[in-house]
């Protein structure tokens, strides 16, 4: 028996269109949804992730704004530019593609952000609502891996899913989610001894650890499902995810394919939080 591939490109399109109906929407009422990204330096990848954000909002009548800075830029005048657009009326999302050069605080910069903009839901007052189950904006690759779980007609509640990674772009916020949503969560990174005992009793098992091919059929049990959060490069330079895909086919019931899974979510929850942040700036005008 193969496995079931969750294909998120379609997942995405799907809720995408939803979202571009809301768009039209905002715009016949005067709204039009805008995301503004700042970029620092030339990283190459954060370049190409920029340029699938910025086409994104684009397919869907979005308005986007990329605003590139010098790798060299002082954090002060990073921070000036984050508070002009704090006060712009045509910006409802504030995104800074990470990561930053390391003469800047990341943390100072993140928490500069208004949290009405804040579509990355990183921040400190964000991830306070989202802990304790209040309205706010998602961080996008969990939300995503959410969406993803729910269309697939996967039950989450009463199933114990095992986070293999603790970051908190991902895996920490990750396990809140499931918790919300009735899981039984074990948090698992790189000091927990004997993994595969853990990741063994996952009915869920999220792989977000930044290896190569590092979860094996050694790591599941049969009919687990495998969210695949990781994007890497194996040996020969071609694009990978933490979980060994050909090892595991047939032993999980369902899982993420990479490319084609959890990467195009990601950037579909960043237009529904933008979206939402226009939504609810046109709720504030009207009261």
Known sequence: MSSIIINGKEIGQEIRTGVATRVQELKAKGITPGL????VGDN????TYVANKQ???????????????????????????IRELNNRKDIHGILVQLPL??????????????????????????????????????????????????????????????????SHIVGKPMGQLLLQKDATVTYTHSK???????????????????RANF??????????????????RDEENHLCGDVNFD??????????????????????MLLENTVQAAEKELERQAE
């Not at 400190?124 to 209040?134: A, C, F, N, R």
């Not at 961080?139 to 095992?162: D, R």
């Open 36 to 39: 503004a990204v700042i970029l």
């Open 44 to 47: 190459p990848a954060s370049k």
């Open 55 to 81: 086409k994104s909002c684009e397919q869907i009548g979005m308005f986007s704004e990329l605003i590139k800075l010098p790798e060299d830029i002082s954090e002060q005048a990073l921070l000036e530019q």
């Open 101 to 166: 050069p390391k003469h800047i605080d990341e943390d100072k910069v993140i928490q500069t952000i208004s949290p009405e903009k804040d579509v990355d839901g990183f921040s400190p007052i964000s991830v306070g609502k989202m802990m304790l189950g209040q309205d706010t904006y998602l961080p996008c690759t969990p939300y995503g891996v959410m969406k993803l779980l729910e269309h697939s007609g996967i039950e989450v509640a009463g199933k114990h899913a095992v986070i293999v990674g603790r």
């Open 192 to 210: 927990t001894p004997d993994l595969p005992s853990f990741t063994k009793q996952a009915d869920i098992l999220i792989a977000a650890v930044g």
């Open 215 to 232: 979860i094996t059929s050694e790591h599941i049990k049969e009919g687990a499902v495998i969210i695949d959060v990781g994007i890497n």
């Open 247 to 268: 090892d595991v086919q047939g032993i999980a019931s369902h899982i993420t394919p990479v490319p084609g899974g959890v990467g195009p979510m990601t950037i579909t």
